[in-house]
């Protein structure tokens, strides 16, 4: 990422001095492009815009003008509906419950292995890195039978599950979630940790400092940002898994929102206003993490990319 | 960052050198590479061997292992043979594949190369294009919905088509639905590409393009000859993310219908041989492992050329 960044500035660098005259000659073409940027995002931008809209509108008065219309009233009661009737409040906190430990945890176990495999030169480190990296960009689907048999047969304290087992409980969803997306974080933390100069820990070395000391006061330190970018982008991913939570939680109640929407349509969402604001409450954390985070995520995905 | 990484990589002195580790040392560092590995091993890579293997046997999974019984390739004879809903699948997916080849791919580098042009108000469009990507999967399943909605929807009360005499329906029409989902799914795909090549065009030595240009060419001549040998790496990358999320598409037709009635996708079909009151274990794994098998075949070859490259240095 740094390298990137480099290049990234002294480009910038470079155009703010740019030729006058060729500057002068491009106009009419960058206004044209501009023309086309604007509409392209547009129609970009249109679903949402669309949703949101239509969320504002009571349903009564989409179904008199019709839902491409002006007019009538705009409030947020659908908003207020959705988030009490069917209980989102609970939704939000079994996504928290799923998503932060796994998170967390993600990030601790993959900056762990990539310390094994990026900062030592052991000889099965070429096959740690394929395993881990492979295993993520399996689909889900593609293991998911056995997977789940495994799950209904692996017992699990009362107190951890209330089916008993792996299946249908917070811990089974959590360490699928581990086990799939730490191949990821592997990739991009290995090639971040390969950037820190091997004299740095060569000299805790000579200092006497253990391996995990090495690891844990020195090399993580360090890399800092790139946890950050991993972690806003796992945030999302994880928050915004489907499948393992529609296959492997079964009790509605304890779905995660982004799950438990499909649920509830038919069943409290009656109308497409009703789905628009309930879709909407359930992008909010997403959308607030982009904006607000918008370089982590997009340095998350690229620091993943910038390889090859 | 590829430079850092082979400065780092290229003192062979250092890492090469014979390491003498403590018990502690030595106990540390396979706890921290074990467990880790452990669960990916047990978690991931057992199932997707298990799938292979149940893929030969008949078991309904309602008793126990003494209920499998061996079924040799039948089901892999059932499933090219006579289950209807495989064709529809495989051609769904393949043309989820060429549709994601043919639009978010070189829409999305075009994009990127306009975006990497010192544009005023890059980032504003860049977020609005962007934008779709942190939305999931079944959020973007939702918009379909409403987008498409038959009388409801944004695309047909725009066009006109919203009358019961005119109406066009988008998700209940077997021959139409899947062009209504892949439409959505291009819009998030879009995005995402963008980004990657955004990525890699910061990483092309903007002189090289200003000497061209000096030299006369055009833009697409500076393109051509100078931008996209350079995005090698990154269309590789491309080009895996591409194939990867056209084999996982899932949540979009799951929500809509649970991928029936013109949208079957694999992915729905063992999803539904798993969940549905028939649960075919064997037939499922078959189906999965056919699945498994394709993506295997894109993943690891990318992977082991990646970091070969990255241990031989």
């Known amino acids: 990422m740094t390298a990137a960044t480099f290049t990234g500035s002294r480009t910038a660098a470079e155009a703010a001095a740019p030729n006058p005259n060729r500057r002068r000659r491009l106009r009419p073409a960058r206004a044209f492009l501009h023309v086309f940027l604007i509409a392209t995002c547009i129609v970009w931008i249109a679903p949402v815009l669309y949703a949101l809209y239509t969320s504002l509108r009571p349903y009564a008065d989409t179904a008199k003008h019709g839902y491409v219309s002006v007019g009538g009233h705009y409030n947020l009661s659908n908003y207020t509906t959705a988030w009490n009737e069917a209980d989102l409040p609970l939704y939000f906190k079994n996504s928290a419950i799923i998503t932060i430990p796994a998170l967390l945890i993600t990030l601790w176990l993959a900056s762990m292995v990539a310390f094994v495999v990026a900062r030592h030169s052991f000889k099965f480190n070429l096959a740690m890195l394929m395993i881990f990296t492979a295993g993520n960009l399996l689909p889900q689907q593609a293991i998911i039978t056995p997977l789940y048999k495994l799950y209904i047969t692996i017992p699990l304290p009362g107190w951890l599950s209330d089916s008993g087992h792996l299946d249908d409980s917070f811990f089974g969803l959590i360490l699928i979630h581990v086990a799939f997306q730490t191949g990821f974080c592997v990739f991009v933390l290995s090639n971040f940790m390969r950037t820190i100069p091997h004299e740095i820990t060569e000299a805790a070395r000579v200092d006497g400092a253990s391996e995990w000391r090495q690891y844990w006061q020195v090399v993580l330190p360090l890399c800092r940002p790139a946890l950050a970018a991993l972690a806003t982008l796992e945030f999302t991913w994880i928050y915004n898994d489907f499948f393992w939570a529609t296959v492997l939680m079964q009790t509605g109640s304890n779905r995660p929102i982004t799950a438990a929407l499909n649920n509830l349509t038919g069943q409290f969402f009656t109308d497409n206003n009703l789905i628009s604001a309930a879709s909407m409450i359930v992008a909010i954390p997403t959308l607030v993490v982009f904006f607000a985070l918008q370089k982590q995520f997009v340095s998350g995905l690229t620091l993943g990319a910038n390889k090859g | ?313």
């Not at chain 2, 502690?24 to 890579?45: I, K, N």
């Not at chain 2, 799938?51 to 090219?80: C, E, H, Q």
């Not at chain 2, 274990?281 to 070859?301: D, E, R, Y």
């Open chain 2, 1 to 313: 960052m590829n430079h850092l990484a082979s400065i780092t990589l290229s003192q062979p002195g250092r890492n090469r050198r014979l390491r003498r580790y403590t018990k502690r040392d030595r106990a540390a560092l396979t706890l921290m590479g074990g467990v880790p590995l452990l669960l990916s091993l047990a978690f991931v890579w057992l199932p997707a061997l298990a799938t292979v293997a149940l893929s030969f046997f008949n078991w309904t999974g309602i008793g126990g292992f003494s209920d499998m019984k061996p079924a040799g390739v039948n089901n892999y004879r059932i499933i090219f043979s006579i289950y209807p809903e495989f064709p529809p699948a495989i051609e769904h997916n393949l043309l989820w594949l060429l549709v994601f080849f043919v639009i978010p791919a070189p829409f999305g580098l075009f994009l990127a190369h306009q975006l990497n042009k010192q544009l005023r108000g890059s980032r504003i469009y860049q977020s609005i294009l962007f934008l779709p990507v942190v939305l999931s999967l079944a959020l973007v399943g939702f918009m379909t919905e409403l987008v498409f909605s038959p009388t409801q929807g944004l695309v047909n009360n725009l066009t006109g088509h919203a009358g019961q005499h005119n109406l066009i329906d988008w998700l209940g029409n077997p021959s139409l639905n899947i062009w209504a989902v892949l439409i959505m799914a291009c819009w998030r795909q879009t995005g995402y590409v963008m980004i990657l090549f955004l990525a890699g065009l910061k990483s092309v030595d903007p002189s090289l393009q200003e000497a061209a240009s000096l030299d006369g060419a055009n833009e697409w001549q500076s393109f051509r000859h100078v931008v996209w040998p350079a995005l090698r790496p990154i269309n590789i990358v491309v080009v895996v993310v591409t194939v990867i999320e056209s084999l996982r598409a899932f949540d979009i037709v799951y929500i809509i219908n649970q991928g029936t009635n013109g949208l079957e996708l694999l992915s729905t079909l063992i999803t539904a041989n798993i969940i549905g009151e028939t649960s075919r274990i064997g037939f499922g794994s078959a189906l999965a492992t056919i699945l498994l098998v394709i993506s295997l075949a894109f993943v690891l070859p990318y992977v082991y050329t990646t970091f070969r490259k990255d241990t031989r240095s």
